[in-house]
């Protein structure tokens, strides 16, 4: 009795702490502040021949979400898109550009994007070098975006962002951008 006693007393002393850990507040926030101006980077053309441009050509005609990811085809960011797919009209309807954000290949990003149903453009940063200006890259783990989110207004400035690097269903997306409709 008093072996198994220990027994379990040892596996919660091992486990409490990993559990609190879990439960802890993520670490200090680096990411743009609301009111600031969103960094700038170039959009590489999607397609070959096409001009490349940049999130400042969006200045004065449309908002930009930029929704980081980890990866493409992985459960989460397959609902994730597929969902914002089906509402794409909806996000256009506050003039709202999305643009989805990985690390993954642009041509699995295209086959991703015809796969899920999505509308929105993606963009492949395999060097992480947006997803760093945005404090979203997963330098400790594989490599990956954190699921961040950003929305700038049509001045360039940074107006509502998510950075607790979990899922927004897009009920919810779309209520919490829904003030920015103007």
Do not use: H
Not at 37 to 64: C, E, H, N, T, Y
Not at 120 to 130: C, K, Q, T, Y
Request: proline share 5%.
């Amino acid at each position: 009795m008093k072996i198994k006693l220990f027994a379990l007393t040892l596996v919660l002393a091992l486990l409490i702490p990993s559990a609190f850990g879990q439960l802890a507040a993520p670490g200090t926030d680096n990411s743009p502040k609301v009111g600031d101006i969103a960094p700038d980077f170039s959009i590489p053309a999607a397609q070959r021949g096409a001009p490349p441009s940049a999130l400042k050509d969006f200045q004065g005609k449309k908002k930009v979400l930029l929704m980081f990811f980890p990866g493409a085809f992985t459960p989460g960011c397959t609902t994730e898109f597929t969902e914002a797919g089906q509402s794409f009209d909806k996000f256009t309807a506050m003039n709202i550009e999305m643009l989805g954000i990985s690390a993954d290949l642009q041509g699995s990003l295209n086959k991703f994007r015809e796969s899920v149903g999505a509308k929105n453009a993606f963009v492949s940063d395999r060097s992480l070098s947006i997803a760093q200006k945005y404090d979203a890259a997963n330098m400790n783990g594989n490599g990956s975006a954190r699921r961040y989110y950003f929305l700038i207004d049509e001045t360039g400035k940074i107006v509502w962002k998510s950075t607790n690097n979990s899922l927004i269903p897009t009920d919810k997306l779309l209520a919490d951008l829904s003030q920015f409709k103007k």
